[in-house]
């Protein structure tokens, strides 16, 4: 199981810009994700919950037995081994931890308190930053987003036109090396809404000049190793690039009205981009059928926004989700995943639910903050779904998790237990619970 | 039919049309008012009273005259009633926003003086706000609207009723006793803006000071009134200077206008309770109240309510000790506790923030409900007005389509002072009016065979006069007035 995962990763790795920092960094963090599962070597079995794998049917009274980390069988008749830990969870059901589509969890603590924010570098062109580097993996927002069944997020850089690369991180974990999942995961650029009717628009301009900077740069380099030139000036910056023209690094392209998503997508194809993901507002569902025949998955921000314009109907983005689905698109549900949100991150589910009522299938809606952000990501493989040999990455709640009234109970990372304890919202909450039964007035 | 909508609204006239037929308009000012019937009957449905009678399955509700007559089984209908079947539906008393901005014409901070206890929202209501129909398709038939934070004596409010259409005068539920706005905390000490000019104070402890200092002026005030003679003896005597802030605050004083304070800390909430104290009034509520927990017993004793979000926490640092268990916690120590949006599209699914009551501390399902109704009609001082469902009630409510703390449940109807203000199905009548008349003015437009203009909203070409429409805003959000996309700025801030 070890070996899969590690050639998995490795292959991930072999994918990446070959003379870059960011395969040695992946190749660290694949070094301590190892370490970490070898000291974890251990056999649970959750019994007795009705299993949700969303991949298939849901299963009454099943087992899922987790063997180092990930999962060795599911069922109703899975033989549980003598030395397995049983884990009884009668009454609750299992699901696949859900994967934040996008959003800058772990780069923001206060929003309003600059010195806790690492969202937006300045200027306009930085691809090379790499988001995951930033992480704090002890901030006190990853806690309460996984005691909301959070389990997974991408997390996206801010600020600028080019912005640099992102990463999809576990929650879990004591460094942002063990808890980096894939990265770079996608390189972010932020189509300028003004070059919509504007050939001459300085944004657009800068971004094409920079894409040709680069691949003259990558040009003049690959003669280099090749003994046909001297080597070009190192730039950080050009050299980042190299994945996203080679088409080893996913195009992630911004736009928050439709007719700046649709010149942004007649850019990326002009451009060469064939893997393009759109992260787009509830206007994607006007390029529906597009998206579709263009084979563009997308990152749905804000299912819960008003209207785009004000003449729009009320219902306007809580049914996009649902035209999405109608057309075929492959998209994940994300909310604005900044500012005052990201503290928030834990209701992402509810915004599928209330997709549901405005007409998206209940399997779809599921599917959307669950296994279509894990492929979307190049980690269907890996999470968001309950298989044999995924992550065992889950969490067991009350009823249906796209329902705000159900309770989340106990969530399991890598096969082990996260203390919600550790969610700060409930320890404050133990706190005071007893003292204030105790308590009459001052 | 449908030639006959476009042909009155091409000609500009407003019409009215009998009640199957009524259509709103997504302006207030063309939109007609919805009839109130003498009875109406709504049968076979899920009633949550939000009373102690409970939830009453397979029960029937009459509306006569604007007001609930009778809640049983098998009622029968008075003659010429409008009959609703519900089966399947539940009925809910419509929502009360305790907080909320979504209405207010030409800003929502008079950010100068520490005190404007002589503004007035009512003096600026935005009845054409589109933010009103929105929210009636949430299910919400009546809102507080609420200066900002910016100050520590902060302005009126206004509670006002979902009436779309009607005049900003007529919005005014007049059954609402008087309020006013306070703030504490990182806001109106300018942690996080700064006005033109340095303002004191900067501490916590300088907000108590000053409003302290505020309520002895106006209690002084209230005394040079009462004591200047009237009749023969006020002659050639110079009465007391009228004073609009200082009158305002010392109705405080007199209990006859209730304080609804912005507040997150225990620190601050408990300074503000003693002060309170002292000059013999009770604070009516705290807003946001994200530390009540903290001193819920407190609360109970003084009698505060706490009127909060359930689960905003962490974006700003005031914030920090937010948690969702808050509500839950202040219920079982007897706050009367309520939740709010202070927020345009939250306030669109308040249902959904009850049902995080049940799952942030097991609050039982009826007592979520009631915190966005009856409860938040208590705050308010209406609740025997609205926020229940009971015989001489106001006819306040909503039909859903399923159990009312789903995320599936969609509102089908929306009544105010039994008038039908939202109706799904009355929603797409004017889906189709407008996009008759789009097609209409895109024909002229293109002076052609209308068959080029009757594209879809989303297919490129056919939608170049919409593109046309759309402004740089800093905001994606297009064709909003400013007045439906304010919000207190120095509490919910949005992104960058």
Same mark, same amino acid.
Not at chain 1, 349 to 358: D, E, K, T, Y
Not at chain 2, 397 to 406: C, F, K, R
């Given at each position: ?10 292959? +991930? ?71 397995? !830990? ?25 929003? =309003? ?7 937006? !570098? ?28 959070? %389990? ?49 628009? /300085? ?37 980042? +690039? ?16 439709? /007719? ?25 569902? #006007? ?50 995943? =900044?500012? %005052? ?102 | ?124 209501? @935005? ?72 303002? #004191? ?16 002026? &106006?209690?002084? #005030? ?94 700003? #640092? ?17 706050? %009367? ?64 389509? &399923?159990?009312?703390? =789903? ?39 293109? @002076? =052609?065979?209308? /068959? ?45």
């Amino acid at each position: 199981m070890m070996n899969s995962a590690f050639s998995m990763i490795t292959d +991930l790795i072999d994918n990446l810009a070959p003379n870059g920092p960011v395969r040695r960094l992946a190749l660290a963090a694949t070094a301590s994700l190892l370490m970490v599962s070898a000291a974890q070597a251990s056999t649970t079995a959750l019994v007795g919950a009705t299993v949700h794998p969303v991949s298939s049917d849901p299963i009454e009274n099943a087992t899922v037995l987790i063997r180092d980390g990930r999962i060795e069988a599911i069922g109703s008749d899975v033989d549980i081994p003598d030395d397995a !830990e049983r884990v009884e969870l009668d009454g609750l059901h299992l699901y696949p931890g859900f994967i934040h589509p996008g959003t800058q969890l772990g780069i923001t603590e206060i929003a =309003s308190v600059a010195g806790t924010v690492d969202t937006v !570098e300045m200027g306009n062109i930085n691809p090379a930053i790499r988001v995951e580097v930033a992480v704090n993996h002890d901030s006190e927002l990853l806690p309460t987003s996984m005691a909301g069944g959070i %389990l997974s997020a991408h997390i996206v850089p801010g600020g600028g036109l080019i912005r640099g690369t992102s990463a999809v991180i576990s929650l879990e974990g004591w460094s942002w090396e063990e808890m980096t999942l894939a990265a770079p995961v996608a390189m972010h650029i932020v189509y300028p809404p003004g070059a919509v009717d504007d050939e001459d628009n /300085d944004d657009l301009k800068l971004i094409n000049q920079t894409l040709d900077l680069a691949r003259h740069w990558h040009q003049a380099n690959a003669a280099a190793n090749d003994g046909n030139g001297p080597a070009p000036a190192r730039n950080d910056q050009l050299e980042a +690039l190299g994945g996203l023209l080679s088409g080893d690094v996913p195009l992630m392209l911004h736009a928050n009205r439709y /007719d700046v998503m649709e010149a942004a997508l007649d850019w990326a194809q002009e451009q060469g981009f064939e893997r393009i993901i759109l992260s787009a507002n509830a206007d994607v569902q #006007y390029l529906a059928d597009r998206l579709a025949a263009d084979d563009v998955p997308v990152i749905l921000r804000d299912v819960y926004s008003l209207p785009t314009r004000r003449w729009e109907a009320y219902d306007m983005a809580f049914v996009a989700p649902a035209k999405l689905e109608a057309a075929g698109v492959k998209f994940a549900i994300a909310d604005t995943g =900044s500012g %005052l949100q990201v503290a928030n991150a834990r209701n992402l589910p509810f915004q599928a639910g209330s997709a549901v009522g405005h007409g998206l299938s209940e399997d779809a809606a599921l599917k959307s903050v669950t296994l279509w952000p894990a492929e979307i990501f190049g980690l269907g493989d890996e999470l968001g779904s309950l298989e044999v040999g995924k992550r065992a990455t889950l969490f067991a709640a009350t009823g249906d998790p796209l329902e705000a009234t159900s309770q989340i109970r106990q969530v399991w990372v890598d096969g082990q237990s996260v203390d919600l304890g550790r969610d700060r919202t409930r320890r404050l909450y133990e706190r005071y619970k007893d003292r204030n039964a105790n308590v009459q007035g001052r | 039919m449908r030639h006959w909508i476009l042909a009155g609204l091409i000609s500009g006239l407003a019409f009215t049309t009998a009640q199957a037929d009524w259509t709103p308009d997504i302006e207030a000012w063309n939109s007609p008012q919805p009839e109130q019937p003498d009875a109406v009957l709504i049968r076979n449905a899920t009633i949550w009273t939000a009373t102690d009678k409970g939830i009453l399955e397979n029960h029937d509700l009459l509306i006569r005259n604007g007001r609930i007559d009778r809640i049983g089984s098998g009622l029968s209908a008075p003659r010429g009633a409008i009959e609703i079947d519900a089966e399947g539906h539940h009925v809910t008393p419509g929502i009360i926003d305790g907080h909320s901005h979504a209405a207010i014409l030409g800003g929502v901070n008079e950010a100068t003086r520490i005190s404007t206890a002589d503004v007035r929202i009512r003096d600026v209501i @935005d009845s054409e706000s589109i933010n009103i129909y929105r929210q009636l398709a949430g299910g919400v038939t009546t809102i507080n609207l609420l200066h900002g934070s910016a100050n520590a004596i902060g302005g009126q409010m206004s509670v006002i009723k979902m009436r779309w259409g009607a005049s900003p005068a007529e919005l005014v539920f007049d059954a609402a006793p008087e309020g006013i706005k306070f703030a504490l905390g990182e806001n109106p000490k300018q942690s996080n803006w700064q006005a033109s000019e340095l303002r #004191y104070p900067q501490t916590r402890h300088g907000v108590e000071q000053i409003i302290r200092d505020k309520f002895q002026q &106006a209690a002084d #005030y209230r005394q040079a009134m009462d004591s200047f003679p009237s009749g023969r003896a006020a002659r050639d005597r110079v009465p007391p200077r009228p004073n609009h802030e200082l009158e305002a605050i010392a109705e405080i004083l007199n209990s006859e206008r209730d304080v609804h304070s912005h507040a997150y800390r225990a620190d601050e909430m408990l300074a503000l309770m003693r002060l309170a104290e002292q000059f013999d009034f009770v604070i009516k509520t705290f807003q946001h109240v994200l530390e009540g927990y903290k001193i819920a017993p407190r609360m109970a004793e003084h009698g505060a309510g706490g009127s909060t979000f359930i689960d905003w926490w962490a974006f700003k #640092y005031e914030a920090i000790d937010g948690t969702g268990f808050n509500p839950a916690l202040m219920h079982q120590s007897g706050v %009367l506790t309520a939740l709010h949006s202070d927020n345009p599209e939250l306030a669109r699914r308040m249902n959904l923030e009850a049902a995080k009551a049940v799952r942030y501390g097991g609050v039982d399902e009826h007592d979520a409900l009631k915190m966005v109704t009856a409860w938040a009609a208590d705050q308010l001082g209406v609740g025997d007005r609205i926020g229940r469902l009971a015989p001489g009630m106001d006819a306040d409510l909503v039909i859903w389509t &399923a159990h009312p703390l =789903s995320t599936r449940a969609l509102v089908d109807q929306t009544w105010v002072d039994g008038r039908r203000y939202f109706d799904r199905e009355a929603d797409q009548r004017m889906r189709e009016k407008l996009e008759a008349e789009r097609a209409e003015l895109m024909a002229r437009v293109l @002076d =052609s065979n209308g /068959d080029n203009a009757n594209g879809n909203d989303g297919d490129g070409q056919d939608s170049a006069p919409e593109r046309r429409r759309v402004h740089s805003f800093a905001t994606h959000l297009t064709g909003y007035r400013q007045s439906e996309l304010d919000h207190d700025e120095f509490c919910i801030f949005h992104d960058h």
